[in-house]
């Protein structure tokens, strides 16, 4: 499995930005714009928290396991793999729904925003979802650093427990 590339992520938020900033004005001059849910910000912030907390439980769990401490609780590899997998595709939506926001907020900002108030709260909204984005993908790098494994420098060399 392929680490998460930071590049890969600001690539998809920047096209998801630019992509959605060219919508919303042209949607702008053909209607109104779509609001930005409040809802939006709130389940990023979420799934977030549910990465934070995966990578928390893991970390002292492959502690205690480390440490051998008694009655330790393991970690099994595909359950590690799974945290991974999910993280990644958290991190990917993630950049990709941020980015869109991003450009929808952008626009809202270079537009005047004290001729229509609704428009002000619809900046903030996308604003916290941008943040919550963010706070996603750092989520997603910490569970997949908490479940790397640790590399091998010499492959030559024998392990403590051979010799």
Known sequence: MKQLRLGVLVGIFVIAGVLSWAGAQLWNAYGTLPGVPLAAPIVLAAIAAVLLA?????????????????????????????????AQASALVAA??????????????????????????????????????????????????????????????KSPARA
Do not use: W
Not at 56 to 68: D, G, H, M
Not at 80 to 85: G, H, L
Not at 113 to 141: C, E, H, K, M, N
């Open 96 to 157: 990709l729904v941020a980015g869109m926001y991003a450009g929808t907020g952008l626009f809202l900002l270079l537009a005047d925003l004290t001729q229509v108030p609704a428009r002000r709260d619809q900046a903030i909204y996308a604003a916290a979802s941008v943040a919550a984005g963010a706070a996603v993908v750092a989520a997603a790098f910490f569970l997949e650093h908490i479940c790397k494994l640790p590399e091998d420098n010499d492959p030559h060399e």
């Open 54 to 86: 995966t990578a928390l439980s893991l970390r002292s769990r492959l502690k205690a396991q480390r440490e051998r401490r008694p009655g330790a609780k393991g970690v099994e590899p595909l359950m590690a793999a799974r945290a991974v997998v999910f």
